[in-house]
């Protein structure tokens, strides 16, 4: 099988070989039809996070290289253990990559995604950029029936994050915030995230980028309004729209300028969900946690029945795909280029 593959960190990937994996167990061996290619991916091949003020998170320990990314997987079964009875050869799937150890109070809670174990689907174990992926078990292979199979491949990073994400937006009540929402940042995830944002709160987002066109595709979508994420006046703008700012707000961006716009434009009592990874450093001082009573919550992907509620969701047509280009597994290099220049809008998802 062939690889698109980390052989060295913060160098282009190279294509590796090697063989055909066979499944043992509940093991299920995936002919890759389309993979994702996520902002994370990035990190994964710099080999660090951006923490700001010249720090650095290393992520390159536990993994052998070449290692290979990808983790928005769909594809078709080729191969099963001997244990296997819920899938047959031939059947395709969405590939669930938020993989535990299977034995920890988190994974039995159906946390897998706070596993200390992690196996990871192109995080922590080989992924998605290869013809073919190996599945520790059938459980996380999803039906996707009646959804576009590059959409439903994405969906398991990009719209599992971002549902996740504005979930965090709800009380313990089922209660949602009163008023629109605010999303911050306008890649793959915060591009689905407004369609999302439709379907389970009832006001149309309001958006911010410092990207223009990125801001009109969101307005394409449905989004109410849009803001520059960069500009200060932007702030007031929304304050003065708002009434005195947002309930809540996502930040899908995850850097220091996107913090600070979706921290700044929440009302007194709102909150900030954090689900990005650009990086960088965020400060603030602690009177105003009191004074303004707002909260900070970080948000990780999502669980394997968010998966399940999100594919729901877009079977019954509440979410409609992003903008999806798809490219050949060769380009995987040029993709993640392109990615780290802001010269993407949606997704990019290869085809091996």
């Keep these: 099988m062939l690889r698109q593959s980390i052989t060295a960190y913060g160098e282009p990937l190279r294509e590796t070989e090697t063989e055909m994996p066979t499944p043992t167990s509940r093991e299920v061996v995936i002919k890759v039809h389309h993979c994702g290619v996520c902002h994370s991916d990035l990190h994964m091949q710099d080999g660090y996070f951006n923490l700001g003020h010249d720090k650095q998170l290393d992520v390159r320990a536990g993994r052998e290289l070449p290692f290979t990314l990808g983790h928005e997987i769909e594809g078709e079964v080729v191969a099963i253990g001997p244990d296997v009875d819920s899938v047959k050869i031939g059947e395709h799937y969405a590939v669930y990559p938020w993989i535990g150890c299977g034995e920890c109070s988190s994974c039995t809670g159906g946390e897998e995604i706070y596993c200390q174990r992690a196996q990871h689907l192109g995080i922590s174990v080989d992924g998605g950029y290869a013809t073919h992926v190996l599945v520790p078990d059938a459980k996380y292979l999803l039906d996707y029936s009646g959804i576009d199979p590059a959409f439903a491949g994405a969906c398991m990073c990009s719209g599992l994050t971002a549902l996740s994400a504005l979930k965090k937006l709800v009380d313990g009540n089922g209660q949602r915030l009163k008023g629109p929402i605010m999303i911050v940042g306008l890649g793959g995830v915060g591009m689905i995230g407004v369609e999302i944002a439709k379907a389970i709160f009832d006001t149309p987002p309001l958006v911010a980028d410092i990207d223009p066109a990125k801001r009109e595709a969101a307005l394409a979508l449905g989004a109410g ?51 990005g990874l650009i990086g960088g450093h965020f400060e603030i001082a602690i009177p105003m946690f009191p004074l303004r009573a707002i909260g900070i919550q970080g948000s990780f992907v999502g669980t394997l029945d968010e998966a399940r509620e999100l594919l729901e969701l877009v079977r019954k047509g509440a979410v409609k795909p992003m903008p999806i280009e798809k490219r050949a597994l060769t380009e995987a290099n040029k993709s993640l280029e392109d990615l780290r220049n802001g010269k993407i809008i949606g997704r990019v998802v290869l085809t091996p």
């Design 225 to 275: 309004a849009a803001f520059d994420s960069a500009e200060r006046a932007d702030v007031k703008a929304v304050i003065k729209s708002t009434g005195g700012g947002v309930s809540g707000s996502v930040d899908f961006a995850g850097a220091e300028g996107s913090l600070n716009f979706g921290h700044s434009v929440l009302r007194k009592g709102g909150k900030i969900v954090v689900a």
